[in-house]
């Protein structure tokens, strides 16, 4: 029987992700939460987030593993190895019985290498998907090969993980937990928004999210291409208002931040720069942009269900399922400039995208994934793998 349940947040983004599944484990008479924060939390120079977790749920340990703003590739390969020893520890003096982790991430790697290690079932959330040009996409497959239990967003991503070799039975299509928490966020007004901001009502919001690439080196041009084509479109068509948010503490993160100090004087782009926003504050933001630009996740899994059009710049994103919201682009000015114009200018796109169509939302996803691991009747089954040929 499953009693003990530990999850573990690293970022702010997996947490937003991860925040109904650990609700309901706290409110449930039958579970004992067990939550575990790490890595980018715990970077005061991206916002220290770790203090939006401490405001809602009991934390059992902060596991410090060495995350710093400034990062390179053998700085991630040490903090794993780092994550590894610390979590061996803590599961080895928590016991739980089983893990969470979600994504792609090298903490959620770490920890699901000490788990299995341990012996203790691995549940892994968000597996079977894509992203290309980062190291995240090889962890993701790694992490599921150490899990025992998977809860996917679509079922495509569900035949991945079947290709992968692993039993039908253990994997779940359940959609994606943070459409669950988005619905119960209440949405502000766009001139409280405006307001809070310094941003003029007159002129369209562009949110701008844009992470390194950890296996290419052109990710910096990329990144200053969209802001070549928004000053363009502004100085052609309307001034802009721009929100720009810190990317993560992967290799290369700090030089985009770096980077921002030159594109923040800009002629006619109103720029606000945030390190951080809590859950809420970000879902209220997105809600309220004309478009997200960049080569977050968060294009592809949330702005869909709040109508917002999203230009995925470049391929980090290129293995994921689409909603109609999302236009493609390669890194050069002109291509996100075209779609800048079809996201802000083309009223037949703007309204199919505000028809919220969205394929990685199903109802109650952290519900379903409760009613599974209770009916867990044996663990020694579940930590039992065999592989199996896909012919």
């Not at 959609?175 to 928490?181: P, T, V, Y």
């Not at 080569?295 to 999203?310: D, F, H």
Request: charged content about 30%; aromatic content about 10%; some cysteine.
């Amino acid at each position: 029987m499953i009693k003990k349940v530990a999850i573990v947040t690293g970022t702010r983004a997996d947490y937003g992700y991860l925040k109904p599944l650990i609700k309901r484990v706290y409110k449930d008479n039958d579970l004992t939460l067990q939550l575990f924060v790490t890595g980018m939390h715990l970077v005061e120079e991206h916002g220290y987030s770790l203090k939006e977790v401490e405001k809602e749920f009991p934390i059992t340990e902060i596991i410090d593993i060495g995350f710093k703003a400034k990062s390179s590739n053998l700085d991630m390969a040490i903090w794993t190895g780092k994550g590894i020893e610390k979590f061996s520890k803590v599961f080895n003096k928590h016991k739980p019985d089983i893990v969470f982790v979600l994504g792609d991430r090298i903490e959620a790697f770490a920890v699901a290498s000490a788990a299995y290690l341990l012996n203790i079932p691995v549940a892994h959330i968000a597996g079977g998907e894509l992203t290309y040009n980062i190291v995240d996409d090889d962890l993701r497959h790694a992490i599921t090969k150490l899990s025992h239990l998977h809860f996917v967003s679509t079922e495509i991503y569900k035949r991945r993980i079947l290709q992968l070799g692993e039993e039908e039975w253990r994997v779940h299509t359940v959609g994606a937990l943070s459409l669950e928490n988005i619905k119960n966020i209440k949405i502000p007004f766009k001139k409280e928004i405006y307001k809070k901001y310094g941003f003029d009502m007159k002129f369209p919001l562009c949110l701008v999210i844009y992470h390194p690439l950890t296996k290419d080196k052109k990710f910096l041009s990329e990144f200053e291409n969209i802001f070549f084509a928004l000053k363009e479109f502004a100085n052609k068509y309307d001034k802009l208002n721009v929100l720009v948010i810190y990317p993560n503490t992967d290799a290369g993160g700090y030089l985009i931040v770096e980077k921002l100090n030159d594109l923040n004087k800009l002629n006619n782009l109103n720029i606000k720069i945030l390190p951080n926003l809590s859950h809420e504050e970000y879902v209220s933001v997105l809600a309220n942009s004309d478009v997200l630009i960049g080569n977050t996740s968060s294009g592809i899994i949330e702005a869909p269900s709040l109508g917002v059009p999203y230009i995925c710049v470049g391929d980090r994103q290129k293995g994921r399922v689409r909603a109609k919201n999302t236009i493609d682009v390669k890194g050069d000015k002109n291509s996100i400039l075209k779609a800048l114009k079809k996201a802000l200018l083309d009223t037949e796109f703007i309204n199919l995208v505000k028809k919220k169509e969205n394929p990685y939302y199903q109802p109650n996803p952290s519900e379903k994934i409760i009613e599974i691991i209770k009916n867990i009747k044996s663990k020694e089954k579940l930590l039992k793998k065999r592989f199996v040929d896909v012919i």
